[in-house]
């Protein structure tokens, strides 16, 4: 019998769909907004998109854009220009990151230079930061490191901070936008780690365990509370997409978080991202944890601890920011996550909105970052439940949120 093909292979789909689309909206609705929000600018996504005919067109596409970029910020930086310098660095580097993102091939020697155009270029962004910015790599286990960007507010003395984890489609360098980040203009750092899989452990052959999460994101934690920005007393934590599920993790195994976030909601079963929803997700998260034979990935999944379950060690306030569209998690999930957390529950539930959120992302980032000040600064009641739908044409300060 032929060896069963993973849907991921049949790139044709992928194809005429983007064929049909001037933009990456069609695969995953609502995305341009949330890019622009992070720091992409217009130009630059243009410049992508003009030039992708198909899936593999992609990586190319963001490369070449990324490689202009890094020439301007090089002539900028030659002429001390070095403000203009760190902006263009900046959007080259998420350019580059872009690109190595989609090939997920381990030792590809593409991904490889994309992957080095990233750190090259973003520690020039750190670099000119002026010390605001700082990068830490920390063992978790043995030879396994994680790695994570510091965003300090300004001022004297330690402050909140909030832990970010990205998404199975991020790398940490993504969030927060330096140029716009809603957390340090709020007097809170923000710390952002790449996970076992995610970007600097990926490209480290540091793969993704059942439970190695957690022990990684407890590493920074370690090195965090060391730091005299850092009140160790006051210490929250976002996690996008997939990192709202890690963040569940994290926070139920650590109890240094006092608050929690999570955006895109990816709360529900497996079933629901690997078999129904378009078939890169699981192409990704098998990269990410090492496996090339579906079957084998389909027993990993298998063993992960149901996420209702992690649930109920959860104490602190939690917030989730999700649309009722979700491709990946429908309302149905969401109810039995939130009936099994242990502590103060919140949700804003965004009437025709899709996973990335796009749409409302100009106001769900300060919002969220609003709600995780009150949380850590004032905490919540323990019996606080509290659920918002935000019909279209309505925004969450409607609402009265505090």
Known sequence: MAKPQLRADQGWIFDNFLMLSDNEDVLHPGIMGARLERGYKMQDLEAVYSKVSGRRSFPKAWAKRAEVLEKMAISAEKNKRHVTARQLYHRAAICYGRAQHMVPIHGNEHKIRWFAGLYRCFDKVIEFSEGSMQKKSVEFLPNQTTHCILHKAPGEGPKPTVLFLPGMDQVKEDVPNPYNNDYTIRGMNICSMDGPGQGECNANGVWQTEDNYPKAASAVLDWLVSQPEVDESRIGLLGLSMGSRWGVQVAANDTRIKAVCGQ??????????????????????????????????????????????????????????????????????????????????????????????????GEIYPGIADWLYTSLIEGRPIDYNRSVYVEDGTTISDYNHG
């Open 264 to 361: 895109m909601a990816n709360v529900g079963s497996f079933e629901m991202i690997f078999e129904h929803a378009q078939p890169n997700f699981k192409r990704i998260f098998m990269y990410m944890a090492g496996y090339e034979i579906e079957s084998e990935f389909d027993d990993f999944i298998k063993r992960m601890e149901y996420l209702p379950d992690i649930a109920k060690r959860l104490k602190v306030p939690h917030l989730l920011v999700a649309g009722d569209m979700d491709e990946l998690c429908p309302p149905e999930d969401i109810k039995t996550f939130r009936e099994n957390l242990s502590g103060p529950t919140e949700l804003w539930l965004y009437e025709g909105v899709f996973h990335p959120m796009g749409e409302v992302a």
